[in-house]
């Protein structure tokens, strides 16, 4: 079946670092991927996502790339802030299915 | 927009006992809603897949006569935990699907808060 799996947290970072949480997964036939954002008391927010090989995902300054031949979709931004601090799940959908297949979440904290 | 909201947000009860968790599209209408449940460091793990106006759809594993599903009308969902054990304490989020026109090919869901039930 399909799984996912990412890097396990905590992650804890200086304002302003490199991000990296890795992301891989296995699927039968042409997953969508998907990362989403968890932010204190609120629900699961779509931050960005990839529909085909090669293809990059990017938004709010994090990006993420399809790579098809290592089956990986790792999530990366230039520079933190304090205001990224959140969990981070990555996921996956097959193609005409509804459902989602996610990966145990990261809980990410910048500190100043 | 794209709201969905979940109440309660906590709740605790004893066993035995039944639990009414709410799940609301706040401005859009929502044919399709998603249960899930959430243990300690693991991933959100789909129960079912509840539609409006018919029955819901389990995954497996998942017992429908101990968390039942209904979608009475296009904005709620409620998922009742019956009888319930602390095996049964975890965290419960819904998502929803917009139903607008145009919109159901995205299949993007939207997610609620969650609501962490403990049975004690």
């Known amino acids: 079946g399909d799984s996912v799996t990412q890097m396990e947290g905590p992650v804890t970072l200086s304002e302003e670092a490199f991000l990296t949480i890795n992301c891989t997964y296995t699927?039968?036939?042409?997953?969508?991927l998907f990362w989403y954002v968890q932010y204190p008391g609120e629900g699961l927010q779509l931050l960005l996502k990839?529909?085909?090989?090669?293809d990059k995902g990017s938004n709010k300054g994090f990006e993420a790339t399809y790579r098809k031949e290592t089956t990986s979709f790792h999530l990366e931004k230039g520079s933190v802030q304090v205001s990224d601090s959140a969990v981070y799940f990555c996921?996956?959908?097959?193609?005409?299915?509804?459902?989602?297949?996610f990966g145990t979440g990261t809980r990410l904290t910048i500190i100043p | 927009g794209a709201v969905v909201s979940q109440h309660p947000s906590r709740v605790i009860c004893k066993s035995g006992t039944s639990v009414k968790i709410e799940c609301r599209s706040l401005d859009f209408q929502a044919t399709t809603m998603f249960w899930y449940r959430q243990f300690p460091k693991q991933s959100l793990m789909l129960m079912a897949t509840s539609n409006e106006g018919s029955k819901a759809t389990y995954e497996q594993g998942v017992e429908k006569d101990k968390f039942l599903i209904n979608h009475a009308s296009l904005t709620l969902s409620t998922l009742t935990v019956t009888s319930a054990h602390p095996e049964d304490s975890s965290f419960y989020i819904c998502?929803?699907?917009?139903?607008?026109?145009?919109?159901?090919?995205?299949?993007?869901?939207?997610f609620g808060p969650g609501t962490r039930l403990t049975v004690t």
């Open positions: 699927a039968t036939g042409y997953p969508s």
């Open positions: 990839a529909t085909k090989a090669d």
């Open positions: 998502s929803a699907r917009d139903s607008r026109n145009g919109r159901t090919r995205t299949y993007e869901q939207y």
């Open positions: 996921a996956l959908r097959n193609f005409g299915n509804e459902k989602l297949t």
